[in-house]
């Protein structure tokens, strides 16, 4: 999918306070800058092929080797070089989720089914039906995490289907999620992680896959060389020396998303909005009332947004092209307590 | 392919002189260094899913609509997802050729023939036996740049062969080759373009297709969203405002190409090299005689290759991997007086 994501920012000229995006963005970039700036030389030849300097420093850092990481232009990449590597497959996708495993999926003629419980994945698995399971976990929209157990279950029991757990949220959680390290162990595990996210740089396009030498080295046979260009591996070389989100205190972040979920969730006295359980720090909201956006009454979320970005410059995600929501849904993503207050009271107009 | 590319500066940690990569490397950056350092905030969003902006730009520039223009990372992600967009197909690639358009078309499960000349590749259009053409113009690794009439000929009589010329190079020429406007006419005819060559800036990764709207569309279906950084559209936008190549005089780079390469021809009386016949500012030599590299004689480009950058810090690129070329040959590009004259010194050495 190309259109229809969150942070389409450049769409808008005014926003002042961007809860599409489920990046969290109070981190002092300040260092970072300083560093690339320095370091603009990088660009005058081409990166290594294959960022094998960083795949090395990562791997040093969760205490696997070095053919056990893969580095890619974002976890984007990750989920095409996936879906391609095992084109024709029959894949189970966890709904609702992130749009890119459905499209991958497509383009590379995948059979997809849809999945909206580990139970459901368990039934596919257990008849047979399926080769492969795509979950997001944290889970984007939702924010919620399977419980690592049962997921570590589903894994082992069934070795003849390839797992792809998109781990881009596991540093805002506090629930268990698999290790890298624990991942290389499993020989039908495939692991995709965000490092833009964790750091709050997305422009940068920079992601990782963890997964046992002899699955990864299937997946590096099809990829092309400098997909990764200078500047993102200076990036990430930068952030695994200097963690500059070490101050990011992820109880406090979680403690802010469920003080905004509640101040929504009762406005007008309750009966507007309902906002869905979340492990994370962003959420998913269903508007369940009629809103006075307009002249007349709406509860669409594309109604609702363009009536958050023209008045207020707020941006949220219409989240009515996911799988299995419906016009009524949007996600948001906590930010500063200013700018929850300033959402909470642009909705809390609409109710009435 | 990921290895065995030129450029492999990141092996070496003595280079001084690098004829090794085709990318002219003169231009002053200090322009484009300097924006970028006051841009860094673009990196903390997410970039436009397709860089929408930079093609309205290059499209503008080139006279073509923004339908006829697609951004991509790099060039050789152009290639990658033109062989997936025909995946399956019958394709002769124009030889010795830059390696990717065979890699691509492998992974993609295309039937690849090469053809070494524009009659045979009449021959094999004439008789069916191919869907599509690849050809790098001007060629990489020899330099020569195909009649522009020929190839236009060709395209025309074809019709139900899809073309793809790549002119990553057709800045660093004064032969005729297609411009984009002429492109996006012929319906089935897809060029590729570099902007990172022409700047000197490859690390960023950035190249753009242009071709018909009928043609792209189904190119732009295929692909991921944000496979270009938020630092490569900056830097794409920046150049086009800022033409820091303007400086750049053709003609007095290739003639400095033609010098080095009738000092090269020359040595040792002759006999030692023989040097391919080239349009632009790189060619390629063939060893014809015995080197005195080491303790022992050799005709062996990877020993020469070896024995430059350990004894001179001079790396050159050793072309035996490009199909139809022997373990005798090498490429080069022309660099500065004095670094050309570096070289025929340190080549001199080894003719006696």
Redesign the interface.
Do not use: K
């Given at each position: 999918?190309?259109?229809g994501?969150g942070?389409d920012?450049?769409k808008y000229g005014n926003i002042t306070a961007?809860f599409s995006?489920n990046?969290y963005?109070e981190i002092d970039?300040t260092l970072?800058?300083k560093h690339?700036?320095q370091r603009?030389e990088?660009?005058?030849?081409?990166?290594?092929?294959?960022p094998y300097?960083l795949e090395g420093k990562i791997a040093a850092l969760y205490g696997v080797e070095q053919e056990n990481v893969c580095v890619t232009?974002?976890a984007?990449?990750a989920?095409?070089l996936v879906a391609q590597r095992y084109s024709g497959s029959r894949s189970a996708i966890f709904v609702p989720a992130f749009s890119?495993y459905g499209?991958?999926c497509a383009?590379h003629k995948h059979k997809v089914v849809g999945a909206e419980s580990l139970e459901e994945i368990n039934g596919l698995c257990k008849a047979g039906e399926v080769d492969m399971v795509w979950i997001c976990n944290p889970n984007n929209p939702t924010g919620l995490v399977q419980p690592k157990g049962e997921l570590a279950s589903l894994v082992e029991r069934y070795q003849e289907v390839v797992f792809v757990v998109d781990q881009s949220y596991e540093f805002f959680t506090l629930k268990e999620v698999f290790s890298a390290a624990e991942g290389v162990q499993m020989e039908n595990l495939i692991l995709l992680h965000s490092m833009t996210k964790r750091y709050?740089?997305?422009?940068?396009?920079l992601g990782y896959i963890t997964a046992s030498a002899a699955l990864l080295g299937k997946i590096?046979?099809?990829?092309?060389?400098?997909?990764v260009?200078?500047?993102?591996i200076e990036?990430g070389l930068f952030l695994l020396r200097n963690d500059i989100s070490r101050s990011t205190d992820i109880s406090v972040l979680l403690e802010r998303a469920r003080l905004l979920g509640e101040s929504i969730a009762s406005l007008g006295g309750g009966g507007f909005f309902e906002v869905g359980e979340t492990h994370t720090h962003y959420m998913l909201v269903k508007i369940t009332g009629e809103l006075n956006c307009r002249e007349e009454k709406s509860a669409s979320a594309a109604v609702l947004k363009e009536h958050l970005a023209r008045k207020w410059g707020i941006l949220i995600r219409d989240a009515s092209n996911f799988a299995t929501l419906g016009q009524g849904h949007f996600r948001i993503a906590t930010q500063t307590g200013e700018q929850n207050t300033l959402l909470v009271k642009a909705l809390e107009e609409l109710c009435m």
């Open positions: 999918m190309i259109e994501h942070d920012l450049y961007n995006s990046v963005n970039h970072l800058w690339l700036g603009m990088c660009m005058v030849s081409y990166p290594e092929p294959q300097t232009n974002g984007t990449e989920i095409y890119e499209d991958a383009i709050a740089v997305p422009g940068v396009r590096r046979e099809i990829r092309m060389p400098w997909s260009n200078a500047f993102a990036t």
